[in-house]
């Protein structure tokens, strides 16, 4: 029996696999470019004009894939590589190359690396903003020189990825029924590779580093994605083992706390596709359900009846669980034409969500509620439209309807009005309806500081925490310069978090959490502890994070949350919760 060899590296899921070793190298080496004069600037100009216009293009598709297999938010890394392909400096860099007598693939990869480099000495995530340079830039090259590449999303069942470094678009191909385990010898917690790996529920460990290259193709390897181990030729043991925990089971009906505390579990939905996979992992409900979805890439809003058959459709998945619909979210950062966006010079802090609800999307607001309405009642109504019969007479879970971008108190009481208003006219129609739950994002420190206020008047908040960390640390995550500072683990977030849990306490308002965080099941415990009632995670992680709910002391939960509460600093947080 052969010995064991133990890397180790950062786990970015609580997972282990067991599987044989497939090296994953899609670096392209070119061969010494020929005499400028032997170039034509022109068409080598040309070539890579169409090179950039087929990158742009595969681009958005494996957004919109990556969308649906992992969720709108994770799909946003995409939203950086495009912005990277049109980035002024790269364009010039790209030209002055040309100027000099490159062919289109030199003068691309010259570009290319002086802005790696400069990228990879830097620290934390903006050393991660190499890997997506290095992966656009292979993008290109395998473009311009048109080499083949290996079918990720087709390797053999029980294989073990292993890389020097994985690109978003690389993880986000994985199919985790043939991916046993992923090993990066780059990257940390936060990079877009355990982004996705994560979100993909795939055993990973990354920023194993240059002793994971000396393991051979074919070996047998284990990823432990909790411990931060990969172990070549693991032993009997070891492999009984990762056998035993290889995953957490679907759980099927509520879960609670060793000593009883209920947490629900819910899914993020963005597309009725997710809806079936939401119930075949266990997810209570759907914590969050992106409307989106029903508004974009046409040329004309849906109707009423169009929304009611959507909005039935997820409701009857689950006729015993609960169906959050958040309202149209859109706003300069997401174009609709027949909405005609104006441009604004800081979309996330402009006209969105419930502020175009309330202004000029008011009748579009209007249209939606009423179907949300209809949408929950559970007589024969069928909205007179071809599709909205469909779910007719089908048991009906239940519905609540959430607002995003809430900074005001009055913008509530604008929309209970609204409400109100729809609800009559309903009344005087004759036409069915039901009154939803009705809640609020807390995704802005406005709302978090007025969370007592907002408890009074609604049913139920759930924090966004993408966007509530942007808010408060000042710092998107998709600006490269100020990336790391995108951590929700940041002691700042973590007390305004608390402070919108405590503010509900004593109220019949409950509260969950909707963002990216909340299906961390490494993250399970401390939230328990900060009090919510209810997690959302991405429909993959929903196993893991009942099953974390399943192991958790709600006392001991309390305990960690408050010791972190107390913590200055992200370092000092992470290492309470246990996490690099």
Known sequence: MPDERVLSGIGVTPRVGVGTARWHRPEIELSDPPAPETVDPEAERSRFETARDRAREAIERERDRAEERVGAEEAAVFDAHRQFLDDPQISEGV???????????????????????????????????????????????????????????????GTVLLAERLTPSDTAALDPERVAGVAVQTGGRTSHAAIFARALALPAVVGVGDALSDVPEGAA????????????????????????????????????????????????????????????RGADGIG?????????????????????????????????????????????DKPIPYLDLPESENPFLGERGIRRSLGPDADLFETQLRALLRAGAESGDDGGGEDADDETGAALGDLAVMLPMVSRIEEVESVLAVLESVASDLDSAGVPYAMPEFGVMVETPAAATLAGDLAERVDFLSIGTNDLTQYVMAASRGDERVAA??????????????????????????????????????????????GLDELSASVVTVPDVKARVSETDSEAARALAERALAAETVAEVREIVGIE
Not at 493 to 522: F, N, Y
């Open 95 to 157: 030209e002055s190359a040309l100027g000099d007598g490159l062919p289109a693939e030199h003068a691309v990869q010259r570009t290319f690396d002086r802005f790696v480099e400069q990228f990879a000495g830097m620290e934390g995530r903006m050393a991660e903003r190499a890997d997506d340079l290095r992966d656009l830039r292979d993008r290109l090259l395998r473009i311009l020189t048109d080499a083949t590449t290996t079918d990720l999303a087709a390797v053999p069942e």
């Open 221 to 280: 390897v284990l990823v432990d994605g909790e411990a931060g181990e990969v172990v070549v030729d693991p032993g009997e043991n070891r492999r009984a083992s990762a056998d035993e925990s290889a995953g957490a089971s679907v759980r099927e009906g509520r879960v609670t706390t060793t000593d009883g505390r209920a947490v629900e579990v819910a899914a993020n939905v963005g597309r009725p596709v997710e809806v079936d996979p939401a119930v075949e």
């Open 288 to 332: 969050l359900y992106r409307t989106e979805f029903l508004f974009l890439d046409r040329d004309a809003p849906p109707d009423e009846a169009e929304q009611m058959a959507a909005y039935r459709s997820a409701l009857a998945a689950f006729p015993e669980g609960r169906v959050v619909c958040r309202t149209l979210d859109v706003g300069g």
């Open 485 to 530: 500072l995108h951590d929700p683990l940041y002691p700042a977030v973590l007390r305004t978090i608390r402070q919108t849990t405590r503010a509900a306490d004593g109220t019949d308002c409950w509260v969950g959490m909707c963002g990216e965080m909340a299906g961390d099941p490494a993250l399970t415990e401390l939230l328990i502890g900060l």
